[in-house]
């Protein structure tokens, strides 16, 4: 009898414990549910609005392709030009791309937009390297050699890139006749 009233004694002793613990800390369970329940339904509308924002941009990528298309060049070089500023930078990779293509531009104004992209956007180092390299192509003919010797500096993993680079270093030293130039730079490679 002793042994079920000891018992009994324990059970009421532990439940009184245990509703003192959620009296004394029940908002920090109100806390912590509503944490697991709220992050999760935050980071979905982040993401959704993320894939939103792409969609969108993709949508004015498509729009000013098919102005382009159409000979409505100035509204498709406004929205391009704005897409470059995006925060995506394959959107923006993809939208300078097009103004170089499309020989719309200017070769200054093209300029400013690959050195605007470059000090502007995180890109990968690989970005970056293939942005120079079309910089390098725009400016080719009226280029100074100092303005060309940038391509001798970028150092990339990418075995391709770097053999463009010195191709286009010795075809610059070949249209100014610097033939032992030429042979530096292939001993350099």
Known sequence: MSSEFESEIKESVAKEKFILLIKKSKYY???????????PILYQLKVSFDKKV??????????????????????????LKKL?????????LLSINQLILNNILSKEEKINLID???????LSSEHEHILKIKKSLI??????????LFLRELNNDKLSLNKLSSTILSDFYKSKESLKKIDVNKKLN
């Open 29 to 39: 369970f109100i806390f912590f549910f509503a944490l697991i329940i709220v992050i």
């Open 54 to 79: 792409y969609q969108e941009q993709m949508e004015n990528y498509s729009i000013a392709l098919n102005n382009l298309n159409s000979k409505n060049d100035k509204a498709g070089v406004e929205i």
């Open 84 to 92: 470059i500023n995006s925060d995506n930078s394959f959107i923006s």
């Open 116 to 122: 605007h992209v470059l000090n502007n956007k995180k």
């Open 139 to 148: 400016i080719f003919n009226e280029a100074s050699e100092n303005e060309i």
